[in-house]
């Protein structure tokens, strides 16, 4: 799932603050038609517009809807699907045919560029889609797509945590990785201390249940220098972070690119079907690309402005 907006904008998200950490509040998106979903999106938001190198956090469901996003384009970014409950299938434009289950994870690596579509039957929804940035030496890779139907667990007293992304706590996910971070589900049964890396800020988002100072539809970002994660109830949680991103970036649509005028010169080739290949199979045309703002677009780093306190 990706950015459908017709007219995407700077995402403007409510931020809050706690001595637990920094509450980034979601904005109901409706993606699609009238059976389709509304995300709720947390990153990137109005401050805070990076966690590591994830930079885009759509959260949705559980409700019964059907995905039919058509192909697409994306550059300059990992698309990471994953799901709590569902069925997606993956098609793109490398020949792929992937369907995706809870526990799972698909992993689509864009580089320099290419084009997907998802799906699925009428069905209960719910999951998250996220995008991590690539870092300048590696933005211009090559497509890629991973499929990981088992993946790494680590568990603790209270804890068990299945490891998408990265490392935690010395686990390592099989799955291809640009830069320093960590993607989780965590299972929380009672009290539980997970470990961090003290050197990657951290963001901790609820998915069902209930867990002591999550609230539904807020990501709670952690700034570096912790070690351990507390969490207390019944439920489970999604785990991100990173090396704090040291570059800025253009997020527009579904690129992530340096410069406005590289964002205009990737819009003009997928609108004229060049640079993205092409998705076989899909009952529908491709997705034509919105129109580009009247004011040029700006390189922005990791935070947009002094976060204060109030």
Sequence with gaps: MSNLELDPQEIRCGTEADADGEALMGREVPLGGPRAMTVSRTLPGVHRRMIGAWCFVDAYGPQRATMRVPPHPHTGLQTVSWLVE????????????????????????????????????????????????????????????????????????????????????????????????????????????????????????????????????????????????????????LLIGGEPFGEEIVMWWNFVGRSHDEIAAFRKDWMEGEGFGAVEGFDGAPLPAPVLPTTRLKPRGRVRQPFRNV
């Excluded at 699925?120 to 090559?142: D, K």
């Design 86 to 237: 569902g069925e997606v299938l993956h098609r793109d434009s490398l020949g792929r045919l992937q369907e995706i289950r809870p526990g799972q994870l698909n992993l689509m690596t864009a580089g320099r560029g290419i084009s997907h579509s998802e799906e699925s039957p009428e069905t209960v929804l719910h999951g998250v889609q996220l995008w991590v940035a690539l870092p300048g030496e590696h933005r211009h890779t090559g497509p890629a797509f991973e499929h990981h139907p088992a993946l790494p667990v680590l568990t603790g007293p209270g804890f068990e945590a299945i490891v998408a992304m990265g490392t935690l706590g010395g686990v390592e996910s099989p799955a291809t990785a640009f830069s320093p971070l960590v993607g989780a589900e965590i299972a929380v049964d009672g009290t539980c201390e997970v470990p961090l890396s003290p050197g990657f800020e951290h963001g901790v988002l609820l998915l069902d249940g209930a867990v002591a100072r999550l609230g539904a539809g807020s990501l709670v970002y952690l700034p570096p220098g912790r070690s351990a994660l507390r969490l207390s109830g019944r439920g489970r949680v």
